[in-house]
């Protein structure tokens, strides 16, 4: 058994892991950090308590998990993160991180692809389980600009102070992250469309339940879920820290297979062979070697962010959030008028278990996706699917704490829109939408039953093909994407 924290303790009181830990929290020194806030957390279960920058020292000394936010003051930070699930067996890219890679390789090169078109060269590391991409967008260009514009429907806005430095986030800096986040999405989009058939196992928008394969339910989630929650929630792993996760999961993982782990660095990939990097993140020595040579300092992508705006402002993703944004959700007052008339009798038994039941199903993406294509195919608006949903998040369910700085309209948008966005553009075409594959992936409550969920993914399509997807105003420009 590895005493990890000690051994993490030794390792951040080598300079260059102190120096590129800091260049990652932006400025010229730690006091000076352009980040909001770090978090450090320990082998439990992280809390991700926000913590000023200049508690650095501490963080590392106590041998912890370091993260900074999102949420920056000078720029907007740019952040993708690709990375390998497993619903059946949690510890698999643990135990043969080799293979784990491999199957991610096809996402890794397209993205490489697609970076380089749009150029933008963002700073790349590696995680115990992916990919993790992070470049920033000055708030002082036109770019950013673009950003506020596109995200201004989807913005969080908030006047609220948080710590630790008492600051509330800007309405043009929530403008430009909700902006980036569908920029992204139009991103992730292109990386599923080129990458799944060159993959042996699913690669889908965030981590959704899939059908067994080799080892299990097993997928490469493009994971954006970020982009769902509110600017100040969000935070990444700062290049050379100790990936933590393992432990922080000991009790889903198991004793015997953590203790068994050798310490885990977050690392920069350090050239084009991953293999020798993986290798690299399960040796602090290693690490501390490449630290001396390698940089942790986020790169502004300005320019090549603009290009990536400009290719997802003539696409079709573009023209459905546009319409998705058309219609708002009914108020609060009008819900039991409007959501709470919907008749569960006339959903499948699946659907109208999930609505029944909250707490916890409708937070499992899988069952948002599901009631998604369930009402969209009933001629819902995506964007009153979303009111449903939020109409349920904020009802007392026993959430506890869940939505504790977080936000049930935000959230039930984002995920709306994704499973919408990718059906609407035709990158998702519901092959899966059966019971048959709802049974393979755990994900049917119900056992044998009188409905079908086919009978829901061939009215969806005719909807959309025959363009009422929107109620017949729409003239179907979303059903061509106009850039390849």
Known sequence: MNDITGILRSYYRQPA??????????????????????????TARADRKPLPPEDLPLGLEGGLDICRSLWDREALIAHLDVEYVNFDFAAEPYLDPDRAFELQEPVARTIDSLFQQAGICPLH??????HHYAWSISARSS?????????????????????????????????AFAGLGLVMEFFAHKVKKLASPLCEIPVDLTAVEVGPSARGREMISIDISEYGDPLHTRTVRVPFSGYLKPWQQKGMLGDHIVNSLDPLIFVPLAGQKWQIDTHRMRSPAMASELAETTSAKIPEQTDGTRNLIDTYTVSSLRTFHEWFYSEDHETPENWRRTYDRLD????????RHVLACPNDLLLRPC?????????????????HIAGLIRSKFERDYGWGEQWVGYDPSTRADFYTRIFAGLFAVGVDDLVDLNCRSA??????PMGPCSDNLEHIQKLAREIRDDDKLAGGDFHGMFLQEKHS
């Open 439 to 444: 049974h393979e992936k755990g994900t049917c």
């Open 344 to 351: 569960g009798t006339s959903l499948p038994p699946c659907a």
């Open 125 to 130: 590391v590696l995680s115990g389980r992916g």
């Open 17 to 42: 892991v102190r120096q590129r830990i800091g260049e990652f929290l932006g400025g010229d020194c730690i006091a000076n950090a352009t980040c909001q806030y770090i978090t450090a957390d320990g």
């Open 367 to 383: 069952n948002m996706r599901l009631l998604t294509h369930v009402l969209l195919a009933r001629g819902w608006h995506p964007r």
């Open 143 to 175: 770019a950013f600009d673009s950003l506020v514009a596109i995200g201004n429907a989807a913005a969080f806005k908030d006047t609220t102070s948080y710590p630790p430095r008492g600051c509330a986030v800007s309405p043009v800096m929530a403008c």
